[in-house]
């Protein structure tokens, strides 16, 4: 008789069980302050000490939950290793590179799905409130990207990478992580940001480099946002669109190979 064999965790069931969770608490709070905001005119959703107490209390929740779960050490789970910091030019470039590239994604699906007007209000939003840039910096490319990668190539990729193939690994942990966001115009970006990140922490074992390449990525979107005019008007946005799209994709196929490169396990030398 065949030995069953163990599964670690999250398997893909508790990797879905985990993110549903996670979005339950954020719910379970927001919801009925939502509907306390309408009825009464308040503002208590977009309290600042209800969201750093709902943010670190949830996090913290849902980290401890799942270090329990998982039963090792936080140093296996969250895995920091010292990098080549020469891999973070070719991640910036490939990341540029895949941007353009999914614009012309974006614009079929948005051809076929029109997105809402919430859709683009959402952007404005960020720069409205919470101390403008600053304020989006830190949330969008300083916190989501500790806090997703610490989850997605932390917590899930852990248990997928001990369960299943490498290429399930990466793969899965990309596809959960794109529909996290809940939102149709933004899965091509954030899937393919998941297929890199997840072939990092398969390369490297290291949660810090995701970390930092989500927050690279995070923060040329609000770049791109932030100076959307001073971008159009450059030389690269006024030439052919298939010079851009053929310019993109060579760099983002050079970009990627460097980084197989520079992230090449050395084997040990043996006497």
């Not at 040329?220 to 053929?246: A, G, M």
Request: a positive charge; charged letters at 15%; glycine letters at 4%.
């Amino acid at each position: 008789m065949n030995e069953i064999q163990k599964k670690y965790y999250p398997t893909i069931l508790g990797a879905i069980h985990l993110i549903v969770l996670y979005t339950f608490i954020q719910t379970l709070v927001d919801f009925p302050l939502a509907l306390l905001d309408y009825y009464n005119g308040t503002d208590y959703l977009f309290n600042p000490f209800k969201k750093i107490a709902l943010g670190v209390g949830s996090n913290l929740f849902i980290f401890y939950y799942a270090y329990r779960r998982a039963g090792v050490s936080l140093k296996e789970l969250f895995p920091v290793k010292m990098f080549n910091l020469l891999v973070l030019f070719p991640i910036i470039l490939f990341l540029w590179a895949a941007q353009n590239l999914i614009t012309e994604v974006n614009n079929a699906l948005s051809s076929i799905l029109p997105p809402p007007t919430w859709f683009f209000e959402l952007f404005n939003k960020v720069f409205e409130s919470d101390y403008g840039i600053y304020g989006a910096i830190l949330k969008v490319a300083i916190i989501a990207p500790i806090i997703e990668e610490l989850i997605f190539r932390g917590i899930i990729m852990h248990g997928l990478m001990r369960n299943y193939s490498k290429f399930t690994a990466v793969f899965v942990s990309a596809l959960m992580f794109a529909l996290f966001h809940l939102n149709p115009w933004q899965f091509p970006a954030t899937f393919i940001l998941g297929l890199l990140l997840g072939f990092l922490m398969l390369r490297t074992r290291n949660i810090l480099l995701c970390i930092l390449g989500h927050a690279i990525n995070n923060g040329l979107v609000l770049f791109s946002i932030q100076y959307y005019r001073e971008i159009e008007n450059s030389s690269f946005s006024e030439s052919s669109k298939s010079s851009q799209l053929i310019i993109s994709f060579a760099v983002a196929t050079v970009a990627f190979l460097l980084i197989i490169l520079i992230t090449r396990q050395q084997k040990p030398k043996t006497n």
